[in-house]
Protein backbone atom coordinates (compact mmCIF):
# COMPACT_ATOMS: atom_id res chain seq x y z
CA UNK A 1 0.00 0.00 0.00
CA UNK A 2 1.35 3.39 -1.06
CA UNK A 3 0.86 5.49 1.93
CA UNK A 4 -1.27 8.47 0.77
CA UNK A 5 -3.78 5.89 0.07
CA UNK A 6 -2.90 4.03 3.38
CA UNK A 7 -2.94 7.10 5.25
CA UNK A 8 -6.73 8.35 3.31
CA UNK A 9 -7.93 5.40 4.48
CA UNK A 10 -6.86 5.08 8.43
CA UNK A 11 -8.01 8.95 8.30
CA UNK A 12 -11.88 7.52 7.36
CA UNK A 13 -11.92 5.33 10.62
CA UNK A 14 -13.88 5.76 13.68
CA UNK A 15 -12.27 8.61 15.92
CA UNK A 16 -12.12 5.80 19.32
CA UNK A 17 -10.35 3.27 16.76
CA UNK A 18 -7.69 6.29 16.33
CA UNK A 19 -7.34 7.10 20.18
CA UNK A 20 -7.33 3.30 20.91
CA UNK A 21 -4.24 1.78 18.80
CA UNK A 22 -1.39 4.01 18.71
CA UNK A 23 0.08 2.74 15.13
CA UNK A 24 -2.80 3.96 13.47
CA UNK A 25 -2.46 7.23 15.09
CA UNK A 26 1.36 7.91 14.05
CA UNK A 27 -0.33 6.70 10.51
CA UNK A 28 -3.13 9.00 10.45
CA UNK A 29 -0.67 12.06 11.49
CA UNK A 30 1.85 11.72 8.75
CA UNK A 31 1.78 14.92 6.34
CA UNK A 32 5.29 14.48 5.08
CA UNK A 33 6.44 10.87 3.70
CA UNK A 34 7.93 9.28 0.22
CA UNK A 35 5.69 8.91 -2.26
CA UNK A 36 7.46 5.75 -3.11
CA UNK A 37 7.43 4.48 0.44
CA UNK A 38 5.28 0.96 1.69
CA UNK A 39 2.92 1.00 4.44
CA UNK A 40 4.99 -1.38 7.14
CA UNK A 41 2.04 -4.16 7.41
CA UNK A 42 4.05 -5.79 10.31
CA UNK A 43 3.45 -2.69 12.57
CA UNK A 44 0.04 -2.74 12.16
CA UNK A 45 -0.07 -6.59 13.02
CA UNK A 46 1.52 -6.33 16.19
CA UNK A 47 -1.69 -4.14 17.19
CA UNK A 48 -4.04 -7.43 17.21
CA UNK A 49 -4.84 -7.97 20.62
CA UNK A 50 -6.00 -4.30 21.04
CA UNK A 51 -8.52 -4.44 18.13
CA UNK A 52 -9.78 -7.39 19.40
CA UNK A 53 -10.15 -5.29 22.87
CA UNK A 54 -11.67 -2.63 21.11
CA UNK A 55 -13.90 -4.79 19.28
CA UNK A 56 -16.12 -5.64 22.59
CA UNK A 57 -16.17 -1.92 24.07
CA UNK A 58 -17.07 -0.51 20.19
CA UNK A 59 -19.86 1.45 20.24
CA UNK A 60 -22.98 -0.25 19.11
CA UNK A 61 -24.76 3.03 17.92
CA UNK A 62 -21.62 4.36 15.97
CA UNK A 63 -22.12 5.42 12.26
CA UNK A 64 -22.92 2.39 9.82
CA UNK A 65 -21.02 3.32 7.31
CA UNK A 66 -17.87 3.66 10.15
CA UNK A 67 -18.43 0.54 11.14
CA UNK A 68 -18.72 -1.18 8.26
CA UNK A 69 -15.05 0.56 7.64
CA UNK A 70 -14.18 -0.96 11.21
CA UNK A 71 -15.16 -4.69 10.60
CA UNK A 72 -13.79 -4.30 6.79
CA UNK A 73 -10.18 -3.02 8.22
CA UNK A 74 -10.89 -5.95 11.25
CA UNK A 75 -11.51 -8.97 9.24
CA UNK A 76 -8.75 -8.68 6.91
CA UNK A 77 -5.66 -8.17 9.30
CA UNK A 78 -4.70 -5.14 7.76
CA UNK A 79 -5.50 -2.14 5.03
CA UNK A 80 -6.18 -4.61 1.80
CA UNK A 81 -10.11 -4.29 1.74
CA UNK A 82 -10.31 -1.01 2.35
CA UNK A 83 -8.64 -0.46 -0.83
CA UNK A 84 -11.66 -2.35 -3.00
CA UNK A 85 -14.23 -1.27 -1.10
CA UNK A 86 -16.65 1.14 -2.71
CA UNK A 87 -17.67 4.11 -1.00
CA UNK A 88 -21.41 5.20 -0.68
CA UNK A 89 -22.05 7.34 -2.85
CA UNK A 90 -24.90 10.45 -2.33
CA UNK A 91 -27.09 10.49 -4.85
CA UNK A 92 -26.58 6.95 -6.41
CA UNK A 93 -28.51 3.52 -5.89
CA UNK A 94 -26.11 0.87 -4.48
CA UNK A 95 -27.58 -1.58 -6.56
CA UNK A 96 -28.42 -0.10 -10.76
CA UNK A 97 -25.97 2.67 -9.85
CA UNK A 98 -28.56 4.94 -11.60
CA UNK A 99 -29.03 8.73 -10.09
CA UNK A 100 -31.65 8.63 -7.32
CA UNK A 101 -33.70 12.00 -7.56
CA UNK A 102 -35.98 13.45 -5.07
CA UNK A 103 -39.26 11.64 -4.86
CA UNK A 104 -38.58 7.77 -5.21
CA UNK A 105 -36.99 5.75 -6.90
CA UNK A 106 -37.64 3.00 -9.45
CA UNK A 107 -34.70 0.60 -9.43
CA UNK A 108 -33.91 -0.89 -12.66
CA UNK A 109 -31.72 -4.26 -11.17
CA UNK A 110 -33.97 -4.77 -8.69
CA UNK A 111 -37.14 -4.75 -11.75
CA UNK A 112 -35.28 -7.33 -13.66
CA UNK A 113 -34.57 -9.52 -10.41
CA UNK A 114 -38.11 -9.53 -9.52
CA UNK A 115 -39.20 -10.32 -13.48
CA UNK A 116 -36.43 -13.60 -13.51
CA UNK A 117 -37.89 -14.73 -10.24
CA UNK A 118 -41.63 -14.39 -11.93
CA UNK A 119 -40.68 -16.26 -15.33
CA UNK A 120 -38.48 -19.04 -13.31
CA UNK A 121 -41.27 -19.30 -10.82
CA UNK A 122 -44.29 -19.81 -13.86
CA UNK A 123 -41.86 -22.29 -15.74
CA UNK A 124 -41.28 -24.22 -11.84
CA UNK A 125 -45.42 -24.74 -11.85
CA UNK A 126 -45.08 -25.64 -15.52
CA UNK A 127 -42.53 -28.33 -14.77
CA UNK A 128 -44.09 -29.59 -11.30
CA UNK A 129 -47.49 -30.47 -13.82
CA UNK A 130 -45.34 -32.57 -15.61
CA UNK A 131 -43.68 -34.06 -12.69
CA UNK A 132 -47.07 -35.06 -11.38
CA UNK A 133 -48.17 -36.27 -14.50
CA UNK A 134 -45.19 -38.81 -15.05
CA UNK A 135 -43.65 -36.69 -18.22
CA UNK A 136 -40.03 -36.68 -16.11
CA UNK A 137 -38.22 -35.54 -19.45
CA UNK A 138 -40.23 -32.43 -19.79
CA UNK A 139 -40.50 -31.84 -16.53
CA UNK A 140 -36.21 -32.16 -16.60
CA UNK A 141 -36.72 -29.73 -19.09
CA UNK A 142 -39.17 -27.33 -17.54
CA UNK A 143 -37.03 -26.99 -14.28
CA UNK A 144 -33.88 -26.77 -16.61
CA UNK A 145 -35.62 -23.40 -18.08
CA UNK A 146 -36.57 -22.13 -14.52
CA UNK A 147 -32.95 -22.48 -13.75
CA UNK A 148 -32.00 -20.13 -16.43
CA UNK A 149 -34.26 -17.56 -14.60
CA UNK A 150 -33.18 -18.40 -11.08
CA UNK A 151 -29.85 -20.37 -10.79
CA UNK A 152 -29.94 -20.38 -7.00
CA UNK A 153 -32.97 -21.45 -6.75
CA UNK A 154 -32.35 -24.77 -4.29
CA UNK A 155 -36.20 -25.97 -4.61
CA UNK A 156 -35.73 -25.78 -8.21
CA UNK A 157 -32.36 -28.00 -8.09
CA UNK A 158 -34.31 -30.55 -5.88
CA UNK A 159 -37.03 -30.81 -8.21
CA UNK A 160 -34.73 -31.32 -11.00
CA UNK A 161 -33.06 -34.22 -8.41
CA UNK A 162 -36.74 -36.05 -8.33
CA UNK A 163 -37.19 -35.96 -11.87
CA UNK A 164 -33.70 -37.39 -12.82
CA UNK A 165 -34.28 -39.82 -10.15
CA UNK A 166 -37.51 -41.27 -11.75
CA UNK A 167 -35.33 -41.04 -14.72
CA UNK A 168 -32.61 -43.40 -13.65
CA UNK A 169 -30.00 -40.86 -13.56
CA UNK A 170 -28.76 -41.05 -10.48
CA UNK A 171 -25.22 -39.47 -11.12
CA UNK A 172 -27.13 -35.51 -12.44
CA UNK A 173 -29.50 -36.36 -9.24
CA UNK A 174 -26.78 -36.27 -6.80
CA UNK A 175 -25.18 -33.52 -8.36
CA UNK A 176 -28.25 -32.06 -8.10
CA UNK A 177 -28.70 -32.74 -4.54
CA UNK A 178 -25.23 -31.39 -3.60
CA UNK A 179 -25.81 -28.45 -5.07
CA UNK A 180 -29.26 -28.04 -3.12
CA UNK A 181 -27.21 -28.50 -0.24
CA UNK A 182 -24.38 -26.17 -0.74
CA UNK A 183 -26.91 -23.49 -1.56
CA UNK A 184 -29.64 -24.52 1.63
CA UNK A 185 -27.53 -26.43 4.47
CA UNK A 186 -30.26 -25.87 6.75
CA UNK A 187 -33.23 -27.27 4.36
CA UNK A 188 -34.00 -31.14 5.07
CA UNK A 189 -34.93 -31.73 1.13
CA UNK A 190 -31.36 -31.96 0.15
CA UNK A 191 -29.96 -34.32 2.42
CA UNK A 192 -33.09 -36.41 2.02
CA UNK A 193 -32.92 -36.48 -2.08
CA UNK A 194 -28.97 -37.66 -1.72
CA UNK A 195 -29.91 -40.33 0.86
CA UNK A 196 -32.57 -41.88 -0.80
CA UNK A 197 -30.00 -42.34 -3.92
CA UNK A 198 -27.40 -43.95 -1.49
CA UNK A 199 -29.83 -46.19 -0.43
CA UNK A 200 -31.04 -47.30 -3.43
CA UNK A 201 -27.77 -48.08 -4.78
CA UNK A 202 -27.75 -50.27 -1.92
CA UNK A 203 -24.92 -48.23 -0.04
CA UNK A 204 -26.31 -48.05 3.31
CA UNK A 205 -23.14 -46.49 5.24
CA UNK A 206 -23.35 -43.52 2.64
CA UNK A 207 -26.62 -42.87 3.49
CA UNK A 208 -26.38 -43.04 7.74
CA UNK A 209 -23.56 -40.50 6.78
CA UNK A 210 -25.96 -37.78 4.88
CA UNK A 211 -28.52 -38.29 7.80
CA UNK A 212 -25.82 -37.31 10.22
CA UNK A 213 -25.08 -34.00 8.47
CA UNK A 214 -28.98 -33.54 7.92
CA UNK A 215 -29.01 -33.82 12.19
CA UNK A 216 -26.26 -31.40 12.57
CA UNK A 217 -27.02 -28.77 10.16
CA UNK A 218 -31.19 -29.08 10.20
CA UNK A 219 -32.92 -27.43 13.32
CA UNK A 220 -36.68 -28.46 12.43
CA UNK A 221 -37.98 -31.31 14.91
CA UNK A 222 -40.18 -32.68 12.69
CA UNK A 223 -37.04 -32.90 10.19
CA UNK A 224 -35.01 -33.75 13.27
CA UNK A 225 -37.04 -36.84 13.98
CA UNK A 226 -37.21 -37.75 10.70
CA UNK A 227 -33.81 -38.05 10.18
CA UNK A 228 -33.29 -39.74 13.79
CA UNK A 229 -35.75 -42.70 12.50
CA UNK A 230 -34.35 -42.36 8.57
CA UNK A 231 -30.65 -43.01 10.61
CA UNK A 232 -31.50 -45.83 12.86
CA UNK A 233 -32.80 -47.62 9.84
CA UNK A 234 -29.64 -46.86 7.62
CA UNK A 235 -27.22 -47.91 10.02
CA UNK A 236 -29.42 -51.15 10.60
CA UNK A 237 -29.42 -52.14 7.39
CA UNK A 238 -25.13 -51.33 6.63
CA UNK A 239 -24.65 -53.80 10.23
CA UNK A 240 -26.72 -56.24 7.87
CA UNK A 241 -25.08 -55.54 4.46
CA UNK A 242 -21.56 -56.19 6.82
CA UNK A 243 -22.43 -59.39 8.34
CA UNK A 244 -24.23 -60.94 5.11
CA UNK A 245 -20.49 -60.48 3.45
CA UNK A 246 -19.72 -63.30 6.00
CA UNK A 247 -21.83 -65.44 4.60
CA UNK A 248 -20.38 -68.63 2.22
CA UNK A 249 -21.17 -68.94 -1.37
CA UNK A 250 -24.64 -71.34 -1.75
CA UNK A 251 -23.44 -74.66 -1.60
CA UNK A 252 -19.66 -74.16 -2.51
CA UNK A 253 -16.86 -76.72 -2.16
CA UNK A 254 -16.11 -75.84 1.50
CA UNK A 255 -19.62 -75.49 2.52
CA UNK A 256 -20.51 -79.40 1.06
CA UNK A 257 -17.08 -80.64 2.81
CA UNK A 258 -18.00 -79.17 5.84
CA UNK A 259 -21.73 -81.26 6.00
CA UNK A 260 -20.90 -84.13 4.80
CA UNK A 261 -18.34 -84.39 6.94
CA UNK A 262 -20.35 -83.44 10.06
CA UNK A 263 -23.23 -85.83 8.93
CA UNK A 264 -20.54 -88.90 8.37
CA UNK A 265 -19.42 -88.17 12.02
CA UNK A 266 -22.50 -87.43 13.43
CA UNK A 267 -23.55 -91.48 12.54
CA UNK A 268 -25.60 -90.95 9.45
CA UNK A 269 -25.78 -93.98 7.37
CA UNK A 270 -23.24 -93.70 4.32
CA UNK A 271 -24.18 -95.42 0.99
CA UNK A 272 -21.13 -96.73 -0.69
CA UNK A 273 -22.59 -97.94 -4.09
CA UNK A 274 -22.67 -95.12 -6.53
CA UNK A 275 -25.73 -96.64 -8.68
CA UNK A 276 -27.47 -96.90 -5.13
CA UNK A 277 -27.09 -93.14 -4.52
CA UNK A 278 -28.66 -92.67 -8.32
CA UNK A 279 -31.53 -94.55 -7.77
CA UNK A 280 -32.52 -93.11 -4.33
CA UNK A 281 -32.17 -89.72 -6.04
CA UNK A 282 -34.35 -90.73 -8.78
CA UNK A 283 -36.57 -91.95 -6.41
CA UNK A 284 -37.16 -88.78 -4.17
CA UNK A 285 -37.34 -87.07 -7.50
CA UNK A 286 -40.23 -88.84 -8.35
CA UNK A 287 -42.06 -88.25 -5.32
CA UNK A 288 -41.14 -84.42 -5.58
CA UNK A 289 -42.90 -84.51 -8.82
CA UNK A 290 -46.04 -86.00 -7.19
CA UNK A 291 -46.28 -83.31 -4.06
CA UNK A 292 -45.84 -80.55 -6.60
CA UNK A 293 -48.69 -82.08 -8.44
CA UNK A 294 -50.60 -81.57 -4.97
CA UNK A 295 -49.92 -78.22 -4.37
CA UNK A 296 -51.16 -77.03 -7.51
CA UNK A 297 -54.70 -78.45 -6.53
CA UNK A 298 -53.59 -76.93 -2.70
CA UNK A 299 -54.02 -80.44 -1.21
CA UNK A 300 -51.45 -79.80 1.29
CA UNK A 301 -51.45 -82.29 3.47
CA UNK A 302 -51.16 -85.06 0.65
CA UNK A 303 -48.41 -83.08 -0.29
CA UNK A 304 -46.16 -83.03 2.82
CA UNK A 305 -46.51 -87.00 2.70
CA UNK A 306 -45.01 -87.16 -0.66
CA UNK A 307 -42.28 -84.65 0.25
CA UNK A 308 -42.07 -86.01 3.63
CA UNK A 309 -41.52 -89.91 1.83
CA UNK A 310 -38.46 -88.19 -0.38
CA UNK A 311 -37.02 -86.51 2.15
CA UNK A 312 -36.38 -89.80 3.81
CA UNK A 313 -35.03 -91.28 0.46
CA UNK A 314 -32.29 -88.64 0.78
CA UNK A 315 -31.16 -89.44 3.86
CA UNK A 316 -28.11 -91.01 3.64
CA UNK A 317 -24.26 -89.52 3.02
CA UNK A 318 -22.96 -90.46 -0.28
CA UNK A 319 -19.41 -92.06 -0.81
CA UNK A 320 -18.58 -87.96 -0.98
CA UNK A 321 -19.67 -84.86 -1.32
CA UNK A 322 -22.80 -84.26 -3.29
CA UNK A 323 -24.23 -80.89 -4.54
CA UNK A 324 -27.06 -82.36 -6.31
CA UNK A 325 -28.03 -84.91 -2.93
CA UNK A 326 -27.54 -81.55 -0.81
CA UNK A 327 -29.98 -79.37 -3.75
CA UNK A 328 -32.86 -81.49 -3.75
CA UNK A 329 -32.82 -81.85 0.50
CA UNK A 330 -33.24 -78.11 0.02
CA UNK A 331 -35.71 -77.99 -2.36
CA UNK A 332 -37.85 -80.61 -0.80
CA UNK A 333 -38.06 -78.38 3.03
CA UNK A 334 -38.64 -75.26 0.98
CA UNK A 335 -41.79 -77.21 -0.32
CA UNK A 336 -41.99 -78.94 2.81
CA UNK A 337 -42.21 -75.55 4.47
CA UNK A 338 -44.64 -74.22 2.56
CA UNK A 339 -47.16 -76.78 3.27
CA UNK A 340 -46.38 -76.77 6.74
CA UNK A 341 -47.37 -72.35 6.64
CA UNK A 342 -49.96 -73.44 4.34
CA UNK A 343 -51.85 -75.76 6.93
CA UNK A 344 -51.45 -73.40 9.65
CA UNK A 345 -48.46 -74.61 11.52
CA UNK A 346 -46.39 -71.63 11.63
CA UNK A 347 -43.69 -72.61 13.87
CA UNK A 348 -43.34 -75.92 12.08
CA UNK A 349 -42.75 -73.75 9.18
CA UNK A 350 -39.73 -71.81 11.09
CA UNK A 351 -37.93 -74.36 12.31
CA UNK A 352 -37.82 -76.34 8.89
CA UNK A 353 -36.29 -72.90 7.18
CA UNK A 354 -33.86 -73.09 10.40
CA UNK A 355 -32.53 -76.13 8.69
CA UNK A 356 -31.90 -74.74 5.18
CA UNK A 357 -30.76 -71.57 6.25
CA UNK A 358 -27.95 -73.44 8.48
CA UNK A 359 -27.13 -75.74 5.11
CA UNK A 360 -27.60 -72.28 2.57
CA UNK A 361 -27.74 -69.06 4.55
CA UNK A 362 -27.76 -67.22 1.50
CA UNK A 363 -30.99 -68.96 0.61
CA UNK A 364 -33.61 -66.09 -0.17
CA UNK A 365 -36.80 -68.12 0.00
CA UNK A 366 -35.98 -69.55 2.94
CA UNK A 367 -35.86 -66.53 4.33
CA UNK A 368 -39.37 -65.39 2.72
CA UNK A 369 -40.84 -68.59 4.05
CA UNK A 370 -39.53 -67.76 7.44
CA UNK A 371 -40.68 -64.32 8.03
CA UNK A 372 -44.00 -65.11 6.50
CA UNK A 373 -43.89 -67.51 9.30
CA UNK A 374 -42.62 -65.49 12.16
CA UNK A 375 -45.16 -62.57 10.76
CA UNK A 376 -47.96 -64.94 11.05
CA UNK A 377 -47.13 -65.83 15.12
CA UNK A 378 -46.40 -62.35 15.45
CA UNK A 379 -42.50 -62.13 15.85
CA UNK A 380 -42.50 -58.69 13.63
CA UNK A 381 -39.15 -57.74 14.92
CA UNK A 382 -37.45 -61.42 13.43
CA UNK A 383 -39.47 -61.46 10.68
CA UNK A 384 -37.72 -58.33 9.52
CA UNK A 385 -34.63 -58.84 10.14
CA UNK A 386 -34.83 -62.37 7.76
CA UNK A 387 -36.11 -59.78 5.10
CA UNK A 388 -33.52 -57.25 5.32
CA UNK A 389 -31.36 -60.21 4.87
CA UNK A 390 -32.93 -61.07 2.09
CA UNK A 391 -33.33 -57.68 0.39
CA UNK A 392 -29.67 -57.74 0.77
CA UNK A 393 -29.42 -60.20 -1.54
CA UNK A 394 -32.48 -59.46 -3.64
CA UNK A 395 -33.47 -55.77 -3.76
CA UNK A 396 -35.54 -55.39 -6.49
CA UNK A 397 -37.77 -58.42 -5.44
CA UNK A 398 -41.17 -57.29 -5.61
CA UNK A 399 -42.80 -60.15 -2.90
CA UNK A 400 -39.89 -59.44 -0.80
CA UNK A 401 -40.75 -55.63 -0.53
CA UNK A 402 -44.52 -56.59 -0.38
CA UNK A 403 -43.93 -58.35 2.73
CA UNK A 404 -42.20 -56.02 4.26
CA UNK A 405 -44.86 -52.98 3.76
CA UNK A 406 -47.32 -55.51 5.27
CA UNK A 407 -44.90 -56.68 7.90
CA UNK A 408 -43.97 -52.93 8.82
CA UNK A 409 -47.94 -52.03 8.95
CA UNK A 410 -48.50 -54.83 11.59
CA UNK A 411 -45.52 -53.98 13.89
CA UNK A 412 -47.39 -50.53 13.36
CA UNK A 413 -50.70 -51.73 14.63
CA UNK A 414 -48.89 -53.92 17.32
CA UNK A 415 -47.13 -50.94 18.91
CA UNK A 416 -49.99 -49.08 18.79
CA UNK A 417 -52.37 -51.35 20.48
CA UNK A 418 -49.69 -51.89 23.00
CA UNK A 419 -49.43 -48.55 23.64
CA UNK A 420 -53.42 -47.88 24.66
CA UNK A 421 -53.66 -51.07 26.61
CA UNK A 422 -50.93 -49.59 28.60
CA UNK A 423 -52.43 -46.18 28.89
CA UNK A 424 -55.26 -47.90 30.12
CA UNK A 425 -53.54 -49.82 32.56
CA UNK A 426 -52.19 -46.71 34.17
CA UNK A 427 -55.50 -44.57 34.25
CA UNK A 428 -57.21 -47.47 35.35
CA UNK A 429 -54.72 -47.77 38.66
Known amino acids: LSFPLASRKIRELPPRVLGSIPCLRRLAAMDDFDESGDLDIDEIQSQKIT ?10 EADASQLDLWKSFKSSSGLGSLLHKQKKEKGICPLCRNAVTSGSHVCTFTEWRIR ?33 HSPHDPKLLSNRAAAYTALGQPKKALEDSDDVIRLAPSWCKGYFRKAHLHKSARDWSAAANVYELALQHCSNPEDQKQAKRFLGAARARAQIRDRVQSFPQSLCRT ?38 AEVGRKAWVAAQECYTEALKLVDFCPPEPSENLVRLEVALLLNQALCEGQSGRHEA ?51 LHSLRQKLVAKRQQAQKKERTQCARMLSAA
Request: hydrophobic share 40%.
Open 116 to 148: EAEKGEAVRHEGNAHFRAGRYEAAVTAYSQALK
Open 51 to 60: LLEYDAAYDE
Open 349 to 399: AAKICNQILKIDPRNVKARFRRASALCDIQDYDAALEDLEVALAFESGDVA
Open 255 to 292: VLEALWKERVEAGMHVVEDPVECERRLKQAEAKKTDGN
